[in-house]
């Protein structure tokens, strides 16, 4: 017989990067494949095997709806936030190009905003790029200078994945609307962590992730207005499924697990949100006494399971590299030569060596206080390393 050691699993703080999949969900997914499961494609009309798989994905349709306070018509399964935000950006512009050929956005959106905008650009629409502040929000001044008559769609994400900021987003839909211009909203990390309700925050288009939520990767959603004035062109041809929006054979395992996530995260709101608040309380508390610690995340306007936080005098991947046993993330880019500081963080104006000083620690439902005081312990112990090296 062979001996296995154990290995020790890192503590998870990146759950900004990707949550694991809540047993109650994965026990759910689990009914979907088999041959002696329900496994039948949903869009088969022909026998009763296809109306059960479609009414499972109806079911999941309802909760992801009911989260948001949609009507399950205006959700568009996709393969994630990803194709989300292309299909909001790239099928909005290209079907309205009569009302406008500009777009608004923000330098520190999600890559698949931005490079999404910038693939637009090169089909000959015009992007204007908001700058946030240090707090990583944009303003309504700042939006409403930057509206003009041809502007067709802003799109302005509700929570940043690298800062946790929260942007009003109410305020800044009333002001595209103001200009005729249609609301998109990248929510993959505001899903259970803020208040989301599109009716009363006037959302016209909210891109959606399973996996942020601990729901499986590779599923996702745009939330859809039921408006004559919200059309879209499909990017993925085929069977004209989801209203000719999104073509593909629906993966009902995929769909039922989002549609349980987001109906946990629903219900169970007020707890996680508790849990998470505790945890942040305690990290920072077990932090404050350390010098030259800065926090890039806005605390007074951000959600409580992310924080930036800069280390000062001290480069963020020999820190990554002395916490070897805490998963965590730097938003840096590693390029063969060099080290490219996120551009989030120098998008608020973290100056550049701040910038490749910081940390994201990101908690969720599974993280516990354990965890936390092992990473603080285990934080602590790296930063006075490093600090006593000769620099
Ligand atoms: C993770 C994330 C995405 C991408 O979502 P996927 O479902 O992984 O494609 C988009 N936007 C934000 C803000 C995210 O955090």
Redesign the pocket.
């Known amino acids: 017989m062979t001996t296995t050691t154990t290995p020790l699993l890192p503590i998870y703080l990146d759950y900004?990067?990707?949550a694991p999949v809540d047993a109650r969900v994965a026990e759910v997914m689990q009914r979907y494949l088999t041959v002696d499961q329900l496994f039948a494609n949903p869009a088969s009309r022909s026998h009763m095997l296809g109306w059960q798989a479609e009414q499972v994905v109806e079911q999941a349709r309802r909760q992801v709806a009911d989260t948001i306070g949609a009507d399950p018509r205006e959700i568009v399964w996709t393969?994630?936030?990803?194709?989300?935000?292309n299909l909001a950006l790239i099928g909005y512009m290209r079907a309205n190009r009569e009302r406008g050929m500009h777009l608004v956005t923000s330098t520190i959106?999600?890559?698949?905003?931005v490079d999404t905008a910038l693939a637009l650009e090169s089909e000959g629409f015009e992007i204007t790029w908001l700058t946030p502040g240090q707090d990583g929000t944009v303003t309504t001044e700042q939006l409403r200078a930057a509206m003009r008559d041809d502007t067709a769609l802003v799109s302005l994400?509700a929570?940043?994945?690298e800062l946790g900021s929260i942007n009003d987003i109410a305020a800044l839909a009333a002001i595209a609307h103001e200009f005729g211009a249609v609301f998109h909203t990248?929510?993959?990390?505001a899903v259970g962590r803020i208040p989301l309700n599109v009716v009363a925050q006037e959302i016209d288009l909210m891109?959606l992730?399973?996996?942020?939520s601990y729901g499986p990767?590779?599923?996702?959603a745009l939330y859809v207005k039921r408006h004559p004035d919200i059309r879209l062109e499909a990017l993925i041809h085929g069977g004209g499924h989801e209203r000719g929006m999104r073509s593909g054979t629906l993966p009902t395992h995929q769909i039922a697990g989002m549609g349980e996530a987001f109906a946990l995260i629903h219900k169970e709101y007020a707890e996680d949100q508790a849990h998470i608040a505790n945890l942040q309380q305690r990290f920072l508390a077990g932090l404050a006494d350390l010098d030259g610690v800065v926090a890039n995340t806005p605390l007074d306007r951000a959600v409580p399971n992310i924080l930036n936080l800069a280390f000062e005098g001290i480069d963020g991947e020999s820190l990554l590299m002395a916490l070897r046993d805490v998963a965590v993330s730097t938003g840096s880019a590693c390029n063969s030569a060099s080290v490219d500081p996120s551009y989030v963080l120098l998008g608020v104006g973290v100056p550049r060596g701040l910038a490749l000083s910081s940390l994201r620690f990101s908690f969720g439902r599974f993280t516990t206080q354990n965890d936390i005081d092992h990473a603080l312990t285990l934080i602590r112990h790296a930063v006075s390393g490093l600090r006593t090296l000769p620099r």
């Open positions: 900004a990067a990707t393969s994630g936030a990803t194709e989300a935000n959106e999600h890559k698949a905003v994400m929570v940043n994945n990248d929510a993959a990390q891109s992730s399973g996996h942020k990767k590779g599923v996702g």
